[in-house]
């Protein structure tokens, strides 16, 4: 069973910066996409960026240019380095992975089962 916990969350002013990470408990997989979402509330969860499992990344329009996913595939750790934070960025951060890899004519297809508990990062 895969766990994951997400830390490094906390509060900081418009403009600073905060390094989220999430460790992997209990991978048993070569592939998965694995990802970084946010929840604020009263709005739906939104992809922030993520791996695929072919090993390309994604980010969602408001994390261009300003946010950074990473991983050590040695440790099992994802890592999120936000930098000139805003607001709008205020949300619970979650990190979720997929069961294995699902690719569809080569392309993968990642619907992630395991989520952390998250980690709330506010801004202002």
């Known amino acids: 069973q895969v766990q994951l916990v997400e830390s490094g969350g906390g509060s900081v002013q418009t403009g600073g910066s905060l390094r989220l990470s999430c460790a992997a408990s209990g991978v048993q997989y070569v592939a998965y996409c694995i990802g970084w979402f946010r929840q604020a509330p009263g709005k739906e969860r939104e992809e922030v960026a993520s791996?695929?499992?072919?090993?390309?990344?994604t980010y969602g329009d408001s994390a261009k240019g300003r946010l950074t996913i990473s991983k050590d595939n040695a440790k099992n750790i994802l890592y999120l380095q936000m930098n000139n934070l805003r607001p709008e960025d205020s949300a619970m951060y979650y990190c979720a992975q997929t069961r294995g890899q699902t690719l569809i004519r080569g392309k993968p297809l990642c619907e992630y089962q395991y989520w952390g508990q998250g980690t709330q990062v506010t801004v202002s």
């Open positions: 791996i695929d499992s072919l090993g390309s990344t």
